[in-house]
């Protein structure tokens, strides 16, 4: 079994004075629940295997101050094909992923609340900014199918200390 951790971005300002798109940097809020979620995941026991952001400044900064808050010793990979991907397009990233049992990935909505119905079958859930998800897939990273995931949880930051 395998434990793929969605990790939406944390809130990002749109008031901050960015190039483009790709620039946005995170607000105060969201520094602080990027750092709580790292925490929390630590004291979990769930850090990942290896972890991979959107190339993003916002999906980047989310992954870095959750690592660094959380201690977490696993190795940070940056992946521009996770900035506007698809959630299909996501999947077949899954498919060829073959170092990690718990792999956590950062991105952006809409793509990770569609991912995440995607792989557990249906349903509609929604990620808020700096939400983790948390679903088991059976079986090898290569053989990943949309139907085939478990939620088996979904944390927020704003309930976290």
Do not use: N
Request: proline share 6%; glycine share 8%.
């Amino acid at each position: 079994m395998s434990l793929l951790i969605l990790f939406r971005h944390a809130k990002s300002d749109w008031t901050a004075d960015y190039s483009s798109d790709e620039d946005r940097p995170l607000t105060r809020r969201g520094i602080e629940a990027s750092r709580r979620m790292g925490v929390w995941l630590a004291k979990a026991a769930l850090v990942p295997d290896r972890a991979v952001s959107s190339t993003a400044r916002r999906a980047r900064d989310t992954l870095s101050l959750a690592a660094e808050a959380g201690e977490w010793r696993c190795p940070l990979k940056y992946d521009g094909s996770l900035y506007e991907a698809s959630a299909i397009s996501v999947i077949d990233l899954l498919r060829r992923e073959t170092s990690s049992r718990t792999l956590l990935l950062v991105g952006h909505e809409p793509t990770w609340s569609s991912l995440a119905s995607l792989l557990i079958g249906g349903g509609s859930i929604r990620l808020p900014t700096a939400a983790m998800a948390g679903i088991e897939l059976e079986g090898p990273w290569s053989e990943v199918q949309p139907g085939e995931g478990r939620l088996l949880w979904l944390q927020i930051p704003r309930v976290l200390p």
